[in-house]
């Protein structure tokens, strides 16, 4: 049960830092680091989620990780942390012009929202 209120606390904090009303970044420097914070904050959420029991064992608890979830999140962090590396390689580095900076944050804070989406739809058993 501390797990399931680890794991509710950390997806609200989630949806929280969403809702705050945070002025919108400015630079694509600043989106890519705000696509950042809210992917550590996805791992997080994934992680509760990953530590919980197996749902395929007999007898499994309510508060249990599917292991076929628990793949697509990883596949998504992957991608997500992928992408939010080579954003942040082209904001830091000048020789990259400014269509491939656009198209660098635009293709992390995409690969972010779903990672997000994903951790922040996370279900209990039923």
């Known amino acids: 049960m501390k ?3 680890t794991l509710a606390i950390a997806a609200l904090a989630l949806c929280a830092c969403a809702a705050i009303g945070l002025p919108a970044p400015q630079t694509p420097a600043q989106t890519v680091y705000t696509a950042k ?4 904050a ?3 959420v994934a992680d509760q989620y990953k530590s919980l029991p197996d749902c ?3 007898d499994a608890p309510v508060l249990c990780a599917n292991q076929n979830v628990v793949g697509n999140i990883k ?3 992957n991608a997500a942390k992928a992408t939010l590396d080579s954003a ?3 904001v830091r580095d000048p020789a990259f012009d400014g269509g491939a900076v656009d198209k660098a944050v ?3 804070t995409n690969a972010v929202g779903a990672f997000v989406t994903i ?3 996370l279900k209990v058993k039923t």
Request: proline share 4%; charged share 10%.
């Open 3 to 5: 797990r399931f209120f």
């Open 56 to 58: 395929a064992v007999p």
């Open 119 to 121: 951790t922040t739809q």
């Open 42 to 44: 996805a791992v997080l």
């Open 106 to 108: 635009v293709a992390a």
């Open 75 to 77: 596949l998504a962090a």
């Open 88 to 90: 942040e390689a082209a």
């Open 37 to 40: 914070s809210d992917f550590i």
